[in-house]
Nanobody
Framework: QVPPVESGGGLAQAGGSLRLSCRAS????????VGWFRQAPGKDHEFVAA????????YYADSVKGRFTISRNSAKNTAYLQMNSLKPEDTAIYYC??????????????????WGQGTQVTVSS
């Protein structure tokens, strides 16, 4: 299937905000849910946030809890990551991923089977 497509990355100052979007083109998102991961230079993929597509459950990394909010608009087949109070350490490529199976926990990548190409987020101090 066609992978989701991220948008909305860019440059922000510390303390600023960005909103990332993730759209499933021409189809509905996985009924399991959607997540966001990020990868900083020289580091492994890091879980950021995820949610069941029903919206009943959300999951956040401790490093972003209280600053980032994941949401979705079912009618638009789009998921969002609102990022507030950005820090330089949030600089990374952000990936949207669909949870397509029940392997692993919501915090681990193995349950997410369809990944976007990523969008760069750079936070300056």
């Amino acid at each position: 299937q066609v992978p989701p497509v991220e948008s909305g990355g860019g440059l922000a100052q510390a303390g600023g905000s960005l909103r990332l979007s993730c759209r499933a083109s021409g189809r509905a998102f996985s009924s399991y849910g959607v997540g966001w991961f990020r990868q900083a230079p020289g580091k492994d993929h890091e879980f950021v946030a995820a949610m069941t597509w029903s919206g009943l459950s959300t999951y956040y990394a401790d490093s972003v809890k209280g600053r980032f909010t994941i949401s979705r608009n079912s009618a638009k087949n789009t998921a969002y990551l609102q990022m507030n109070s950005l820090k330089p350490e949030d600089t990374a490529i952000y990936y949207c991923a669909e949870r397509t199976n029940v392997r692993g926990t919501w915090y681990e990548p193995q349950g997410f089977g369809s990944w976007g190409q990523g969008t760069q987020v750079t936070v300056s101090s």
